[in-house]
């Protein structure tokens, strides 16, 4: 009962923070503990991290403290990314979640996922494409035709297929707002493990980390972009469970 009791708690704090999100709104932390109530205040901590676990997953969503020691919160969406989908529809959800699931499917695809690898990773998660989804709505459309006009995708034929067969890579737009090692430190957080429990995806972000640095041609003298991106890799990684 009580589990029960608590679950609802999450869930309608879920509702609140998406609310004040779609109305730009900041929060408080009085008005959260509002929500769950005086009687569960004892289960505030735990409410509030299940929630923020939430949001993070399937909406793609950040809790942040505005200032510290403020308790004023604001929600941001995750890994640089500006484009949440709520264009999209007049009423519905944040579809960042959806988009970063389908950005970590296709790096760990070898930056190239057919339409068949990218549904069956979808399909395990609840999400068909000709099923309307009662927080992504229509996801076929959403993908195929939203993400790749904003250009976070990229959809084009596998070349020599016969029959036809297509396949997704990011669009210019991922590569400019996020990075591999972002999508691989996400995935290893909501897996609860740490981004170097996967080798190879790990060192190919790490030198995708040290090209960036190297166009951005912004080493000093006596510096190189390849010793401080790992210097800041690890150190980001050591935060990892």
Not at 188 to 212: C, G, I, V
Request: glycine share 6%; charged share 30%.
């Amino acid at each position: 009962m009580c589990k029960d009791l608590i679950r609802k708690k999450i869930d309608f704090l879920v509702d609140f923070l998406l609310t004040k999100y779609k109305k730009k709104e900041l929060i408080t932390k009085e008005e959260m503990m509002n929500v769950v109530m005086e009687e569960y205040a004892e289960y505030f901590p735990e409410i509030l991290m299940r929630a923020t676990e939430c949001l993070e997953i399937i909406f793609g969503l950040d809790l942040k403290e505005v200032d510290p020691g403020s308790n004023i919160y604001a929600l941001h969406i995750k890994l640089g990314l500006t484009y949440d989908g709520l264009l999209s529809e007049v009423e519905g959800m944040p579809k960042s979640g959806l988009l970063i699931l389908i950005l970590g499917v296709i790096f760990m695809k070898g930056n190239r996922a057919t339409e068949e690898e990218v549904w069956k990773v979808l399909s395990g998660t609840g999400i068909y494409p000709e099923q309307k989804h009662f927080i992504f709505g229509n996801p076929k459309n959403f993908i195929t035709k939203d993400l790749v006009q904003e250009k976070y995708l990229q959809y084009q034929q596998v070349p020599n297929s016969d029959p036809p067969q297509y396949e997704f890579l990011w669009g210019p737009r991922a590569h400019v707002e996020t990075t591999k090692m972002k999508i691989l430190q996400f995935v290893a957080k909501s897996q609860r493990t740490d981004p170097r429990s996967f080798p190879s995806w790990y060192e190919e972000a790490l030198k995708d980390e040290e090209e960036r640095a190297q166009a951005r041609a912004a080493a000093l003298p006596g510096d190189t972009p390849k010793s401080r991106v790992k210097s800041r890799v690890l150190t980001k990684s050591s935060s990892y469970p």
